[in-house]
Each structure stands twice: as structure tokens, then as C-alpha cells.
């Protein structure tokens, strides 16, 4: 199947509960998010919204519940299995490779999918996605800005295809203008590709301008949802 024939699908996840070692983090979390969509997922440090992610796209294996990628239950799965099927996980901190190139990233993102034809085609989408990354495709990724290190982690997440893509505060350290430019992506990410789009951000004031829902997190649980306006 080409990336132009691959079905789009949400993320679900139901009763979710997960731990480091005996210490529980998560509480029976449920979320949805469908193709076409943003939720933000806000509270404070500490709140488990990037135990939420981790456990969503198999980094951390939860203890109850289930994770599902459209009808695909993928609770047990590892996180390759969960990227390969269509999840795309952009961490906190950008974490790009900052020896090797732009380009070089944009080869490794997308190596799930090396044995199907589609590259070049992700490629230029990716990179028509966040141009400035275009003028720097041969610059080692270290060298970039912040800002051009986080499009660069959401441009290399892109190349796998992915139907869902999990964010953990990509505005973090970040400019106003920059911000504005990843969230105006995300929109884009939304609206014409129709993704199904996970946020974790602390900058309420940003995700609410692009969210169409909003869960609040404390403690490990949700205590609250709606839409920004609520």
C-alpha cells in the first residue's frame, strides 16, 4: 500500500494505568482523538500528560487499559510495532540527531517505511511543510535553532506516514513567532492532511488557539474536558 492508499485512523485509549517501577503515574485515563483533529492535553508539571505519551506510542508498557490504533488493539505492542503501524512520537526537547544532517534525519524518520516507494513524495511534502528547513538540508541538524530543531523532529516524525502524531510541548523554549509557526503546522497537519493530532503543551494560551478539544490533567487523572471555549 502506498502512503497515498494508507487509511487514516484515530487513537483510542480507555482505563489506562501505568507505573514506573511500584510508583503508578497514570489512573484510568480515556481519551479519543479521531482523523481530522487536535486535542491538547494541559496541567502542571508532574500531572503525567508525558507518561500519557509514553504510553500511547510503547515506551512505557501500561499495567490496565488499552491503547488502540483505529480497531488495532496495540496495548502489548513495542514502540517500533506502534511507530510501523501509523503512531508518530515527537518528544519533548525536539531530540533530532545533531551530527548528522537534515537530510540524514529526514532518511532515519522514515525508515519504517523504507521498503514502500513513497519517499521523495514525504520528503517534499515535509519540507514544504516548514521551508527554512529546505535552505538547511545539508547543515548538521546540531547547528540549527530551536525553532528549527523542533520542525525538524515534527518534519522527521511526518516521514513515517503516520495517521496519529503525539507531540510533548513543542513550543517549549521557543519564540512567540516560532510557536505560531508549529501550531499554524499543526492546523495544517489537521485540515489538509487529516491526522489525528495528540498535544501535550503547557502554553495554554498557544494550544487553545489550535485544539478543537482539551483535557485537563492533575495527578495522573483527567479532571476535566471540553472544548477551549468551555
Known sequence: MTGDQREKFGLTVTGMHAAYDRLAVLHGIDLHVTPGEILAL??????????????????LRPTKGTVKLGDRD???????????????????????????????????????????????????????????????INLAAGALSGGEQQMLAMARALMSEPSVIILDEPSLGLAPK???????????????????????????????????????????????????AD
Open 42 to 59: 494541559v496541567g502542571a508539571n508532574g500531572a503525567g500528560k508525558t507518561s500519557v505519551l509514553r504510553a500511547v506510542s510503547g515506551l
Open 178 to 228: 516560532v510557536v505560531g509557526e508549529i501550531m499554524a503546522a499543526l492546523g495544517i497537519l489537521r485540515d489538509t492532511k487529516g491526522l489525528a493530532v495528540l498535544l501535550v503543551e503547557q502554553n495554554v494560551r498557544a494550544a487553545f488557539k489550535v485544539a478543537d478539544r482539551v483535557m485537563v490533567m492533575d495527578r495522573g487523572k483527567v479532571v476535566a474536558e471540553g472544548t477551549p
Open 74 to 136: 496495540v496495548t502489548s505492542f513495542g514502540a517500533e510495532k506502534i511507530a510501523a503501524i501509523g503512531l508518530a512520537h515527537v518528544p519533548e526537547n525536539r531530540l533530532v540527531f545533531p551530527t548528522l544532517s537534515v537530510d540524514d534525519n529526514l532518511v532515519l524518520g522514515g525508515y519504517v517505511r523504507r521498503k514502500d516507494d513513497g519517499f521523495e513524495r514525504r520528503r517534499e511534502e515535509a519540507l514544504a511543510l516548514f521551508p527554512r528547513l529546505k535552505d538547511r
